[in-house]
């Protein structure tokens, strides 16, 4: 791990969080500058820069329950699932070079500032569900190619 990653220092218990889950996988925690209420990273304990570093086979099952356990703790917390912001920054507006899915409720509250900054499929914020299917296109773009050697 990175020693100078602030979410690996996190995971290793060397720097403080409000954590709210963990397990052998991933840790979640509250996001110190909240964009609402119940704001919360899930953060995998393997050191992972960003979205570009998954791939459908090794990493399906770590982003699956990235989402759930993040939407089990936005409402175990007492938040909206139903009112909900989650997804990734995009390279280069990363500010933690560490892979975190952030999970925003009640997202109707955030500021127009959070708006913009968490603002689904734009250059900079995506949703889970845009990263699934693009680590699916690459998956059949990869066996495509694959099949032509």
């Known amino acids: 791990m990175p020693s ?23 840790i979640i925690f509250k996001d110190i500058k909240p964009a609402a209420q119940h704001h919360y990273l899930s953060v995998p304990k393997e050191h992972l820069k960003n979205v570009n570093s998954l791939s459908k086979n090794d990493h399906k099952d770590l982003l699956d329950e990235m ?12 938040g909206d699932t139903n009112d909900l912001r989650i997804g ?5 507006f990363n500010t933690v070079d560490h892979l975190h899915l952030h999970t925003i409720s009640p997202a109707s509250s955030m500021s127009l500032l959070h708006r913009v900054m968490f603002q689904p499929n734009s250059w900079w914020f995506t949703t889970v569900e845009t990263i699934q299917e693009r680590l699916a296109n690459l998956d059949v773009a990869t066996t495509k190619d694959n099949s032509k050697l």
């Open 4 to 26: 100078k990653c602030i979410f690996c220092k996190i995971i290793t218990k060397s720097a403080p969080a409000d954590i709210k889950f963990e397990n052998e996988n991933i």
């Open 67 to 78: 989402i759930s356990e993040g939407k089990r703790i936005v409402e175990q917390e007492g």
């Open 88 to 92: 990734f920054h995009l390279p280069p």
